[in-house]
């Protein structure tokens, strides 16, 4: 886990790219993410250990909040709110 914040109790959408591979996950997460309001909060779940290493340098290059991920048998959650 990383040093994000804790994690939210509502979200404004979801996404599940469980089963898909890198970049899909990343790619599925930034089509949601384009039709949500900025300050919205987006989960979502994968399955692809690199979406850890794919969603830390996303947020940080778009300007997104990696607001908390969690790991829990091989399955990754991540909470982001939109720039």
């Known amino acids: 886990m990383?040093?994000?914040l804790e994690r939210p109790e509502a979200v404004d959408a979801e996404v599940d790219a469980?089963?898909?591979?890198?970049?899909?996950p990343l790619l599925k997460a930034?089509?949601?993410l384009n039709r949500l309001a900025s300050g919205a909060v987006l989960k979502v779940i994968a399955t692809?250990?690199?979406?850890?290493?794919?969603f830390r340098t996303f947020a940080r290059?778009?300007?997104h909040t990696l607001l908390?991920?969690?790991t829990e048998a091989g399955i990754y959650r991540y909470w982001l709110?939109?720039?």
């Open 30 to 32: 930034k089509l949601e």
């Open 2 to 4: 990383s040093d994000a």
């Open 48 to 54: 692809d250990a690199g979406s850890q290493r794919d």
């Open 18 to 24: 469980s089963g898909l591979n890198c970049p899909l």
């Open 68 to 70: 908390h991920e969690e």
């Open 81 to 83: 709110r939109k720039a």
């Open 61 to 63: 290059l778009a300007g």
